[in-house]
């Protein structure tokens, strides 16, 4: 009964290549995010997404989109995959964007570009 | 914007008591959280503080001065299994939580 579940949990790819990371949530949350992890432990927050509104981090690169396809799925896909992309992404939930969190956390997915 | 600071590193013996600092700079405020993470592991919800002063939840405790743009959380009675990072999240305007860049918590024996 996993709460934010994300696959996969590693996932190997070449530069140019295309991929997508899976997230669902089965708390009943409106919001969801995806979040970076990079080398230095530093989350930066990428997306946050409820079903009226996507707010995007300007510095996120438009080769990063997100996808929903209902509210407890956000879908992290990305384009011409290069090597600075290669970090831990996470995704993770929270009850309504306007009461607080605090955030569940999927338990990653790890991103190695090639 | 927002600004976070909070120390890379500290080191404490098991047994003893640990103040990790945060302090912050953001434009319009709604809360300040404090989350653990495990190394190779997600990020685990810890305290939330909106009002000013201490939050106890047993070993943990964390306190904010929204005045002074600070906040710490104390941990107590340091365990070996505490080693971890501690990050410090601050809510905005856009309720979105901005984190810190963490601070890694070593415990010795």
């Known amino acids: 009964d996993t709460a934010v579940s994300q696959t996969p949990k590693y996932l190997v790819t070449q530069m140019g290549n295309d991929k997508s990371i899976k997230c669902e949530q089965n708390?009943?949350?409106?919001?969801m995010y995806w979040y970076k992890q990079d080398s230095k432990k530093f989350l930066k927050i990428m997306f946050s997404?409820?079903?009226?509104?996507?707010?995007i981090n300007e510095t996120v690169p438009n080769r990063f989109s997100p996808k929903s396809p209902d509210k407890a799925h956000l879908n992290l896909h990305i384009n011409s995959l290069e090597l600075g992309d290669s970090a831990v992404y996470f995704c993770?939930?929270?009850?309504?964007?306007?009461?607080?969190?605090?955030?569940?956390f999927g338990n990653g997915t790890r991103l190695t570009v090639t | 914007g927002q600004n976070i600071d909070q120390p890379t590193e500290m080191t404490a013996t098991e047994g003893a008591i640990v103040q990790i600092n945060c302090t912050y700079q953001?434009?319009?405020?709604?809360?300040l959280f404090w989350y653990q993470q495990h190394a190779g592991e997600a990020p685990t919800f810890l305290s939330y503080?909106?009002?000013?002063g201490l939050e106890e939840k047993g070993r943990f405790s964390s306190f904010l001065s929204r005045s002074k743009g600070y906040s710490y959380l104390l941990l107590k009675e340091l365990q070996m299994k505490d080693s971890a990072s501690y990050l410090c999240?601050?809510?905005?305007?856009?309720?979105?939580?901005?984190f810190g860049r963490g601070t890694s918590l070593i415990v010795h024996p």
């Open positions: 993770a939930s929270s009850p309504r964007d306007r009461e607080g969190p605090p955030l569940h």
């Open positions: 708390l009943g949350h409106d919001t």
């Open positions: 997404y409820n079903n009226k509104e996507l707010i």
């Open positions: 953001t434009s319009g405020f709604n809360g």
């Open positions: 503080n909106v009002l000013d």
């Open positions: 999240a601050v809510t905005g305007g856009s309720y979105i939580p901005t």
